[in-house]
């Protein structure tokens, strides 16, 4: 309305003397002008409206919106090796940073594409990160036709206009020597000294031990399982070739200062040449300092 005013004014007082009696100019025109230029201004408006609702609305966070922060997404327990017909187990963590609080989805796909490739699985495949970390297990199934050769396996989390992938190895071997004989003999899977006792945002080391028997001589890989919530775990190496004398590979067992303090049962496999042992440490989280005092 106020726009349709000015108009007339300004077309009255542009194109129009002053002295120009009233009888000689057309209302009605005028009126026509005025309300085409108020009914386009109106319609602006609205246009103007709508743009400033997209640009200044704040998302709610969830799926198909944009969520302040990010999340981290990683992978333990890769690379391993398995003969046909075995199954291995990896552990996704994904941790959410700042304010990040959408639930994502997560997917994988194997690579190469093969007839009677591995088979893989997620489990949640959605889920709300947590600080702390959110667990999700991958587990790839092999079958005894699975081909020789190494497989790499891309988990994809998507959620609050964030997107992060990460890339688990999986060998499969011929489950035959070099001679082309199966492979023969065992291996046993131990810890030396398998207890340890830490603070909140310590680690703790054991040293993991693989001992070969009956001619046993394929690698074999170490994951662990069972960990504390929040907690990073590493083998140093990864895998290892057992030897008689037995072949050694260090856990580091990182936890933070939310952990809570009590016992923890870590399991520890060892996985290669169609043979699969297990053992396993105690980890115990002591009170904080300032936990002590509050009792």
Not at 30 to 35: D, L
Not at 80 to 90: E, K, L, S
Not at 133 to 140: D, M, R, Y
Not at 259 to 278: D, L
């Amino acid at each position: 309305m106020t726009m349709a005013i000015l108009f007339y004014l300004l077309f009255r007082a542009g194109f129009i003397s002053p002295a120009t009696p009233a009888a000689e100019t057309n209302a009605y025109g005028f009126a026509a002008i005025s309300g085409l230029v108020g009914l386009f201004s109106a319609r602006a408006a609205q246009m103007l409206e709508r743009i400033a609702d997209i640009v200044f609305t704040k998302a709610v966070a969830g799926a198909g919106t944009v969520s302040p922060g990010d999340f981290n997404l990683t992978v333990s327990g890769s690379p391993q090796t398995v003969a046909p017909g075995d199954t291995a187990t990896y552990a996704i963590t994904v941790t959410a940073t700042q304010d990040f609080s959408a639930s994502i989805t997560l997917t994988c796909a194997v690579d190469p594409v093969r007839n009677n490739r591995p088979t893989v699985t997620l489990n949640p495949t959605v889920c709300t990160p947590a600080t702390t970390g959110t667990p999700v297990t991958l587990t790839i199934m092999t079958t005894v036709d699975t081909p020789p050769g190494a497989y790499k396996t891309t988990i994809t989390a998507t959620g609050g206009g964030k997107t992060h992938t990460v890339e688990a190895i999986l060998t499969v071997q011929n489950g035959r020597g070099a001679d082309g004989a199966p492979p023969t003999g065992d291996f046993t899977l131990s810890v030396p000294e398998a207890e340890r006792t830490i603070s909140p945002g310590e680690s703790a080391r054991y040293t993991t031990v693989a001992t070969a028997s009956g001619g046993f001589s394929q690698p074999v890989t170490l994951i662990a399982t069972g960990l504390p919530t929040g907690s990073t775990v590493a083998f140093n190496p990864p895998s290892l070739l057992p030897t008689p004398e037995g072949a050694s590979s260090e856990l580091t067992v990182q936890v933070n200062d939310a952990t809570p303090p009590i016992m923890y049962e870590i399991e520890v496999t060892a996985t290669g040449g169609g043979k699969t042992q297990e053992t396993s440490v105690q980890l115990t989280i002591t009170a904080s300092e300032a936990a002590r005092e509050r009792r």
